[in-house]
């Protein structure tokens, strides 16, 4: 068998390294699009599918393999925005992103430290629960333009060409997203606060103390749970301080062997919860000033993939 010139295995092995070295990016921006894990693992899958699907030539001509793999992404998850509204409408239930653990390896769903470190997503308010939500009450288009600009500052003319549109356009996206991030954000809570506001709704829902967990809650403060109608899950959002309160303390009337754990979901803090070790439920919170405002509970076990095993 004839041999390869050393020269032209160098080139392979670099061009392999440098694709490769951009799977953390993708799988980042794909999330951050997204809100699935899922999905996103499917659309760095597809954009490496493209790439290798070319022949080393036309490999050699791109100039920067980053840059062509981000637009392929980019374009990629803007198609599969487009046909996720269409599935939504037949979710059952409220639709929640899908909550991340602290040090989460992507590919594998593994927690022990022999995974890649390049799996690991990056935590950072752009991947919050509540910054997640307010991503997906944005038009795709939006969504994409923000994210690639606001969050991985892109230039426009580089967004433009990812969506296909003017750069004018798209800065006009951005300012329309930005204003929806900016309506949604109040104070900002130091994360030692947020803390301890997590950690005193677990002890008072532990304790069934429901005045104590209305005392914790924003008057106009709102539950979403996301059963996706594998398991049970209420179908609305349950608002009001009281009725959040007396919903917890219901179910842990029903869960006697429930066992709540302090997490971080999504780089904020957040409650874990098990029966006999398995994982039924990931508790996120928004906290607005010296009260909790939001809780979202992602119970279809579709979502909950990383945090268990």
């Known amino acids: ?32 699009l997204l809100g699935s894990v899922a999905d996103a693992e499917d659309v760095v899958q597809e954009t490496y599918l493209r790439w290798y699907a070319m022949s080393p030539q036309q490999q050699a001509q791109i100039v920067s393999p980053g840059a062509w793999l981000t637009k392929v992404a980019g374009r990629i998850c803007l198609d599969v925005l487009g046909s996720a509204r269409a599935k939504r409408e037949n979710y059952v239930g409220e639709w929640v992103p899908e909550p991340v653990p602290d040090r989460m390896e992507w590919f594998s769903g593994r927690t022990d430290s022999s995974a890649d470190p390049a799996d690991r997503v990056t935590l950072d308010e752009s991947v919050s629960m509540a910054f997640l939500v307010v991503l997906d009450s944005m038009t795709p288009a939006e969504r994409v333009v ?43 809570v130091a994360q030692t606060q947020r803390t301890d506001m997590v950690r005193d709704f677990r002890q008072a829902w ?69 029966r006999k070790g398995v994982t039924l439920s990931v508790l996120a919170f928004d906290v607005a000033g010296d009260r909790i405002k939001h809780i979202w509970a992602v119970l279809n076990p579709e979502k909950l993939r990383p945090w268990t095993g």
């Open 1 to 32: 068998m004839k041999e390869q010139p050393e020269q032209e295995v160098d080139d392979i092995d670099a061009g392999l390294r440098v694709t490769l070295s951009e799977r953390r990016q993708l799988i980042n921006l794909a999330y951050r």
């Open 206 to 274: 532990e304790a069934k103390d429901i005045k104590a967990l209305i005392s914790l809650l924003d008057p106009n403060a709102t539950t979403i749970t996301d059963g996706g109608g594998i398991v049970g899950a209420l179908l609305e959002p349950i608002e009001g301080s009281e009725q959040v309160a007396q919903f917890f303390v219901n179910a842990a009337n029903k869960e006697p062997e429930l066992a709540i754990l302090e997490s971080k979901v999504n780089g904020q803090p957040g409650l874990v919860l098990q």
């Open 146 to 188: 923000f994210v690639l600009h606001d969050v991985f500052h892109y230039t426009f003319v580089e967004v433009a060409e990812i969506v296909g549109r003017a750069p004018t356009a798209c800065r006009k996206l951005a300012s329309s997203a930005r204003r929806r991030v900016q309506a949604q954000r109040d104070t900002t």
